[in-house]
């Protein structure tokens, strides 16, 4: 496998399915480095290194270690029940969301929902946002009235990698930009 195959397999177990390999996250989505590097390396080489490899050098800065290496784990976009640990942070007064056509009705109809992950992911402009959009097809983008959003109440975390996190954004604080 590719180091780009693995990190996402990786992914699919720091995020959705630890249990693929034998292995559990902690209440705060750590995982044993050891038992992950050995489930992994069951199926595939994989070893320190290379878990270090792909630590460093993901763009998304997905995951992270913590101070001595022992445990790791993915900063955000769990469908696992995990506290990361986030602190509620203020955000701008925009914020973004980038997503394919397919789901442009039903945002216009519900807003935001976190569907099978734990939060809302938003991104902090628009350039990123399309990135994120373009994943699905041709992206559509919405401004996020998010500073309004936080002086009414909502809860707005930042992680570690610098993606916002809200439980939700209704429809009255979006805005649909067409291309």
């Not at 992270?64 to 696992?80: C, L, P, Y």
């Not at 976190?114 to 373009?134: I, M, Q």
Request: hydrophobic share 30%.
């Amino acid at each position: 496998m590719s180091l780009k195959e693995t990190s996402k397999y990786m992914s699919l177990i720091l995020r959705h399915k630890p249990e693929i390999i034998g292995i559990s996250l902690d209440e705060h989505g750590w995982a044993n480095v050891d038992e992950l590097i050995a489930g992994i390396a069951k199926t595939q080489k994989f070893d320190m290194g290379i878990l270090e490899e792909i630590v460093r050098t993901d763009e998304k800065q997905r995951y992270s270690f913590n101070e001595d290496k022992t445990k790791i784990r993915a900063n955000q976009g769990h469908s696992v029940q995990v506290d990361v640990e986030l602190e509620e942070t203020e955000p701008p007064e925009e914020l973004w969301h980038g997503t394919g056509e397919k789901f442009v009705s039903a945002i216009d109809e519900q807003g935001l929902i976190p569907k099978s992950r734990l939060y809302v992911h938003l991104s902090k402009d628009e350039e990123t946002a399309k990135k994120v959009g373009s994943r699905h097809g041709r992206p559509v983008l919405y401004i996020v009235s998010s500073g309004r959003m936080y002086r009414d109440g909502y809860k707005f975390y930042l992680s570690k990698n610098g993606v916002w996190l809200t439980k939700e954004v209704p429809v009255k604080y979006l805005k649909k930009i067409d291309e």
